[in-house]
């Protein structure tokens, strides 16, 4: 079993790190507001989905490829793809939601139809470690 980190871009962290902390913030300005039922939850609220979450996402994004398996974990998300599936892998920028924490990205395309992107820090490793002759990073 190999595992591979999510390469990060700055600007990104940031955005996210910045999106948390104004969260935190307006968390903590509703609750010195009043210590109202509403204002609990709307302070816990802030908190969970607003700090808790992309803080997960963050700490939890990584690639685990097993013996059979690629497992991708974005926070509380995973996505299981056999690597017998897997038809294709190549470089992208897509900017679309996905588990990666960079615009440098692989797109693993799987059956039936599907496609992954992901941004593993280290690609040409992480292409090699999927052990599947018939892909390379084109």
């Known amino acids: ?10 600007w990104l962290m940031v955005v996210i ?3 948390a902390l104004s969260s935190a913030a307006c968390a903590v300005i509703v609750l010195v507001t009043g210590l109202t039922f509403a204002n609990i939850m709307v302070f816990a609220v ?9 803080v997960w996402l963050v700490a939890g994004t990584r690639y685990v490829i097993d013996k059979d398996r690629l497992i991708v974990h974005g926070g509380p998300f995973k996505w299981r793809i056999e690597l017998a599936d897997i038809e294709s892998v190549y470089a992208t920028n897509n900017p679309i939601s996905s588990p990666a924490l960079s615009l440098d990205r692989l797109a693993i395309c799987y059956k039936p139809n599907k496609q992954l992107i992901i941004s593993p820090k280290n690609k040409a490793a992480f292409v090699e470690a999927l052990n599947r002759p018939d892909i390379s990073l084109s």
């Not at 079993?1 to 700055?10: A, N």
């Not at 802030?46 to 992309?54: A, C, E, N, T, Y």
């Open 1 to 10: 079993m190999q595992q591979f980190s999510s390469k990060r871009d700055t």
């Open 46 to 54: 802030l908190l969970l989905v607003g700090v808790g979450l992309p």
């Open 17 to 19: 790190y910045a999106a």
